[in-house]
Every structure is written in structure tokens, then in C-alpha cells.
């Protein structure tokens, strides 16, 4: 047998931690911190518990990580927003992004809501460190495209909190909405539906005005 070429080993390594990472969150995102064990996300990853520890480093750092990448995944729309950009396209595609998130990774939003039902006691530095600054950055933003008569003046942190737990909504409430709609899942066209339901409340309750030329 051939020994592994520098960029099979980088594939290998990747592959690996994509694994991980995913295994790791159902299982967290079931049992919570306290609750899951390595090896228990080794066997639902299909990998040796030793190779788990040798590419998170440890259970702690692990959990950590996937709070972190999905917070993230979460707010990679409105990383690079500038007073230039159109508040309607930024913001709509800010929600369509955030339930797109939800339909194809459920798990990771409740593994995040549970850790704030907790108190947050894994994320606080991040918390009031990175994620604070990140949201006054933006809410700077939505001021000024409000004094340019681009929006209503509407509190810019309230804001991103409703969109946030609104889209997050059908991921952590899955079964209350299961329930309510009398559905066993939620289908792509409801996504849709719902999706688009969120863009037109959220837009006008907000007084965005589209740009000429805006969709």
C-alpha cells in the first residue's frame, strides 16, 4: 500500500472532521453537552473515539466549535453590508439564507437554543465579545439607511433578533408547528411559503423601500 500523498492526507483529514462535526451536532443537539460522550459521536461519525480526539482535541472545544460555525453559517450574509447596498436585497436575503439554514440543518440551530436555554455558560466571552461587536457594526448599518429614508427607523438590534428567532422558529418549535399544521414534515414548497410570508412582513412592517430596478 502507498503512503497517503500531503493532499490525499488533507482530504482525508477534511472528510474526517466534516464527519465529526456533523455527528457531533446530532448528538449534542439530542442529549446536550452534558448528556453526550465522545464516544458516542465517534460511533455515530463511524470512526475510532481516538480519531475524534485527535482532530477536536476534546469534547469541550468540540461543542464550542459547532456553536460557533453555526453563528457563522447564521450571519455570512450580512458580513460584508455597507450603507451603499440595498437594504430590501440585503435583508431579504438575509432571511431566505437564515431558512434555508433551517430547513438543511435543523440540528444545529436547537443545539444552539439549548445552549442559551442553558445561560449561554459556553459562549458568553463570544457573546459579548465577537458577536456583540458584530451586531452593533451592523445595526450602525440599518441606522444610516434609515436616515436616508431607506427604511423606517426601527430599533436596528431588535430587528436582527426577530430575524433571527423567527427564521430559527421552525427549526427549535418543530414539533409545536408539526403539530399545529397537522403535517409529518415540512416540505420545500412550505418552506417557500413561509419564507416568502417572512421577507414580505418583515420588509414592510420595516417601511424597506426598494431601490428602482430591485426585485
Known amino acids: 500500500m502507498t503512503a497517503l500523498t500531503s493532499p490525499e492526507m488533507t482530504q482525508?483529514?477534511?472528510?474526517?472532521?466534516?464527519?465529526?462535526?456533523?455527528?457531533?451536532?446530532r448528538v449534542f443537539a439530542c442529549h446536550g453537552y452534558r448528556g453526550a460522550s465522545v464516544q458516542a459521536i465517534a460511533e455515530a461519525?463511524?470512526?475510532?473515539?481516538s480519531n475524534v480526539l485527535y482532530y477536536v482535541g476534546s469534547k469541550r472545544q468540540l461543542y464550542v466549535d459547532l456553536l460557533e460555525r453555526m453563528m457563522a453559517r447564521w450571519n455570512v450574509m450580512l458580513d460584508d453590508i455597507s450603507v451603499e447596498d440595498d437594504p430590501a436585497e440585503v435583508l431579504e436575503a438575509f432571511i431566505r439564507s437564515k431558512m434555508e439554514l433551517t430547513r438543511t440543518h435543523p440540528q444545529g440551530s436547537r443545539?444552539?437554543?439549548?445552549?442559551?436555554?442553558?445561560?449561554?455558560?459556553?459562549?458568553?466571552?463570544?457573546?459579548?465579545?465577537?458577536?456583540?461587536e458584530w451586531v452593533q457594526t451592523r445595526a450602525r448599518v440599518f441606522e444610516q439607511w434609515a436616515e436616508r429614508g431607506l427604511m423606517d427607523p426601527v430599533d436596528p438590534v431588535w430587528l436582527i433578533f426577530l430575524i433571527w428567532s423567527s427564521t430559527q422558529h421552525y427549526a427549535d418549535f418543530e414539533a409545536q408547528v408539526l403539530g399545529i399544521t397537522d403535517r409529518e414534515v415540512l416540505s420545500e414548497a412550505d418552506y417557500r411559503r413561509i419564507t416568502d410570508f417572512l421577507c414580505r412582513v418583515i420588509l414592510q412592517g420595516c417601511g424597506v423601500v426598494r431601490r428602482p430596478g430591485g426585485t
Do not use: C, H, V
Request: charged residues 25%.
Open 12 to 25: 482525508t483529514r477534511q472528510r474526517n472532521e466534516q464527519m465529526i462535526l456533523d455527528a457531533a451536532e
Open 111 to 132: 443545539l444552539f437554543a439549548a445552549e442559551i436555554l442553558q445561560g449561554a455558560p459556553f459562549l458568553q466571552g463570544y457573546l459579548r465579545g465577537e458577536l456583540r
Open 45 to 49: 461519525a463511524g470512526l475510532p473515539k
